[in-house]
């Protein structure tokens, strides 16, 4: 089992920047890719950024491309999600998500067995 907690989340203006954060516990180490992904009231859920965790290689949505950094800190078994130029469309629950899959479509969230308990972020206008 792993255990996600995110945090960081709240109210910016557009154009501002918020950093969201990701503490992972428990059996960590099976863990293969870890993914932000975001809600919208009335909208499904949708994939932000992955990234592999071995190797750091990542992934983004288009909308968040320039905007956004996911990173990760293996030591501390951390991730990130570095937003800046925010705009009031990325108002949204943000969570947090991770697998042991090693081979894995990274934009599907069925994809991810493990998720946080989510963080507001809103934009406004």
Request: hydrophobic letters at 35%.
């Amino acid at each position: 089992q792993v255990q996600l907690v995110e945090s960081g989340g709240g109210l910016v203006q557009a154009g501002g920047s918020l950093r969201l954060s990701c503490a992972a516990s428990g059996r960590t180490s099976s863990t293969s890719f870890m993914a932000w992904f975001r809600q919208a009231p009335g909208k499904e859920r949708e994939f932000v950024a992955a990234i592999r965790w071995s190797t750091g290689f990542t992934w983004y949505v288009d909308s968040v491309k320039g905007r956004f950094t996911i990173s990760r800190d293996n030591a501390k078994n951390t991730m990130s999600l570095q937003m800046n130029n925010l705009k009031p469309e990325d108002t949204a629950v943000y969570y947090c998500a991770a697998t042991e899959k090693t081979s894995i479509v990274v934009a599907t969230a069925s994809q991810y067995g493990y998720w946080g308990q989510g963080t507001q972020v809103t934009v406004s206008s």
